[in-house]
């Protein structure tokens, strides 16, 4: 069973509770409800279909499908994580670094799926990310905004993403080019 950390589920059970309307309800099970229903220890692992039906109902309901929206959060949750639990890893100067240890960082929320870094120069990298949720863009726009929001953290400066193949279009895995300059 894939399974991912509260720490990532909270934030998306948070908007659900506070809806009164239902408008949530269509999106997630029993069990879903269930699980969310109950306190959502960040240190916990979760199942990973809760997690993506929480989140696929905030991105219906309150994103309204928008994955550039989607992106925003990420940036929004990058600059959380990374400024807070993760501060003492974020050096100035150094973005690339950063770059390099993304898997390990994904590794504390996902227990599944795989990301390699290639560097094709100081300031460049490819991001192979396969073994995750190929049918759910939402995630990786998710991903995408974090590591641009922590990539200026960073220093990283006129930073760009491309998507040169996407899983949810039919690629073997998602790979995603990005680059900055200092």
Do not use: H
């Amino acid at each position: 069973m894939m399974r991912a950390k509260g720490s990532i589920l909270v934030d998306f059970v948070k908007t659900i509770r506070a809806d009164k309307s239902g408008a949530y309800d269509p999106y997630l099970t029993p069990e879903d409800k269930e699980i969310i229903s109950q306190r959502i220890l960040p240190s916990a692992w979760y199942p990973y279909e809760t997690f993506r039906r929480c989140f696929n109902a905030v991105f219906q309901v309150l994103a309204k499908r928008d994955l550039e929206q989607v992106r925003k959060w990420g940036r929004i949750y990058g600059e959380a994580i990374m400024g807070s639990i993760y501060k003492g890893l974020i050096r100035q100067g150094d973005p690339l670094e950063f770059v390099k240890k993304y898997e390990i960082y994904i590794r504390n929320f996902f227990d599944f799926g795989e990301l390699k870094i290639e560097e094709e120069a100081p300031a460049q990298v490819i991001i192979r990310i396969r073994g995750f949720d190929k049918n759910f863009p939402p995630l990786y726009y998710m991903m995408y905004g974090w590591l641009e929001r922590t990539l200026e953290l960073c220093g990283a400066k006129n930073i760009k993403v491309e998507f040169l193949e996407r899983a949810w279009e039919g690629g073997e895995e998602t790979k995603i080019r990005i680059s900055w300059e200092f």
